[in-house]
């Protein structure tokens, strides 16, 4: 549409001004509440009532799920897939059982260093001795009671 009067292109442009500049002033105003209103909240956390892992328990997962996790399975309740349920004994549910109330850190740590023959059990468990420094196992440990803490808190 074509304005021919110069009086009326006039009015045209000045209504235009008017509502560019109100609806940049808006647009602005919008974004900046909005980035404000982003800033301000507290970032949401997937498990957040729950504790998080330390360096040493997240290093203690890694190592969990490499070595461990075959046989007692990803989750430590005993699953694992490399150890078919019908061979006896099976692999200690480290989770739902009262074996981590009931043993002690120094039978664990023995019992990951040189295997699980080494306290009158199976032989099934291997020896770490000369794959795992003591470091390491004690990450291990740690892990293991942050599973059982954080299951025992969802009950």
């Not at 006896?88 to 120094?106: A, R, V, W």
């Not at 291997?126 to 794959?131: A, C, F, N, Q, V």
Request: net charge positive; glycine share 6%; with cysteine.
């Amino acid at each position: 549409m074509l304005i021919k009067s110069p009086r009326k292109k006039e009015k045209v442009r000045n209504i235009l001004r008017k509502y560019t500049s109100l609806s940049f002033t808006f647009s602005l105003v919008f974004f900046l509440a909005i980035g404000i209103i982003h800033c301000t909240k507290q970032p949401k956390r997937a498990e957040s009532n729950k504790k998080t892992l330390s360096f040493n328990g997240r290093e203690g997962k890694r190592l969990f799920i490499h070595y461990c996790a075959p046989c007692h399975g990803e989750d430590a309740e005993g699953s694992g897939r490399y150890f078919p349920s019908y061979i006896e004994p099976q692999p200690p549910d480290f989770i739902n059982s009262e074996y981590l109330k009931e043993t002690n850190e120094n039978v664990m740590f023995r019992a990951i260093k040189f295997g699980s023959k080494a306290l009158g059990k199976s032989n099934y468990s291997p020896s770490y001795d000369e794959t795992l420094r003591d470091e390491e196992i004690r990450y291990i440990i740690e892990y293991l009671k942050f599973l059982k803490m954080s299951k025992d808190e969802e009950s």
